[in-house]
């Protein structure tokens, strides 16, 4: 028997010593900080340095690394390496999904260190998903499976109604529920999560009932317009059902540090 | 206005000059070849080299090179320009789908020289898919979008039935067929295409007729148990209008010169 403490464990202790479920987003477009992989890996750390206190996790979002190529992939390896070293837990933000044997070399890819936890795209099923699974717990990792987005055009597809009159996506939820089912830690908390959107809060109280020991990476706070006080379903009184990623509202703030800090005490307040 | 034939138009006329409707599956596997970024670069090289005259197109997996990191992004690099410069069209299966500005970042990652193609995970919808295809269309580029896949566990949310008795991925061939629309050049082929398994040939007609000038891009041939003579609805006597994926039979075959000239004779019978 390992004694790694699972992912959900370690998202619970973490959230609890740092007092914090504030996600950093970091997309560094160069629309806004100029071209190039040292312009990025400088921006991110930046960033990084400043917010750290107030946050509990970075969540890189592998595109934003991936157009710039070799040199991409190495910035990334630094600054998740650097949240690292200031205690943050690493999200990969990636969204990947294939059929089991290419699952299986994503998770290569992405399971490992400087990496805690990645998202995964649910679209390919169980067989698609379970080598991400099966990685992840090996080595006290995590995954976050997108349920609902909270992109405009989640709907087109995730809220089409099923002839039980249920939207696609709880189908989505149940399976991830299924697959958490092994990986619940003794802080109640699973090493398979959630993705699901700020932007349609309405959702997350029937979400935390289909996924109760779930931790949900709720993204679309801030500048896609979802709003912390509309949160609370999502955490259920546990601080750490819930994390939230903010990406443009804390990076392209005049001080980032104060945004970080600002949603973190908010947060804090809808969690209790 | 600009004068580049579109993708559906440059792979029609790539099928038509080739006589082949193979796509070279390029899934470099450590467990196979052993490690590292180097062997991967020569074993898919020498596959290319050896297969090419039957091929009118490879199509890397990002995930097997992904996972050696800078160096591997290297060597996709290189391998793809081998296969761009022997004549063969690249397409990268990435599965990539995020919300709008990710999808942007991941379209500007993977829409450019030496890829002709990328494939496009649907589930964010709309805003999520628009990015790609404007980006593809701006260069003679092209998509194939994920519209029933290959793999085992693909039913277990692609297949849910909807209110109206239909399968939920219909409404995905739906969509696709609309995301093309306007993408159809005077091959009649789209710039929008759909990938589609081999492993559900059943499927295959009732997707024609939703997409009818969708190129199909069909993997699960050979080593997932698809059979070329089961595809004749795929190409509704169109040769372009599909494509077929085969990757560990043709690599890890005894001569995969051999096995891809045999695929492509196969597939050129049942497509006329």
Known sequence: MST?????????????????QVVLGLDPDPARIGEGAAGASEFCTRVIMAAAPACVAVKPQLAWFERLGS?????????ATLAAELGLLVIADAKR?????????????LLRAPFDAVTVN??????????????????????????RTSNPGAGDLQ???LADGSPWYESVARLVAAWGAAGVGSSGMSDVGAVVGAT?????????????H?????????????????????FAGTRAAAVVAASRSILYAADPRVAAEALRAQLWDVSG
Do not use: C, K, N
């Open 4 to 20: 790694t403490p699972g992912f959900g464990d370690r998202l619970a202790r973490a959230v609890a010593a740092r007092e914090s």
């Open 71 to 79: 040199a991409g992939w190495d910035a990334l390896e630094r600054v």
């Open 97 to 109: 999904g294939d059929v089991a044997v290419t699952s299986g070399a994503y998770a290569d890819a």
């Open 122 to 147: 649910p679209l390919l099923g169980t067989d698609a998903v379970t080598p991400f699974v099966t990685a992840a717990r090996a080595t006290g990792r995590g995954l976050f499976v997108l349920v």
């Open 159 to 161: 809220d089409l109604r």
């Open 200 to 212: 349609a809060p309405h959702h997350l109280a029937v979400l935390r009932e289909l996924m109760p």
């Open 214 to 234: 779930q931790p949900f990476l709720i993204p679309g706070v801030g500048a896609q317009g979802g709003r912390p006080e509309d949160l609370g379903a999502a």
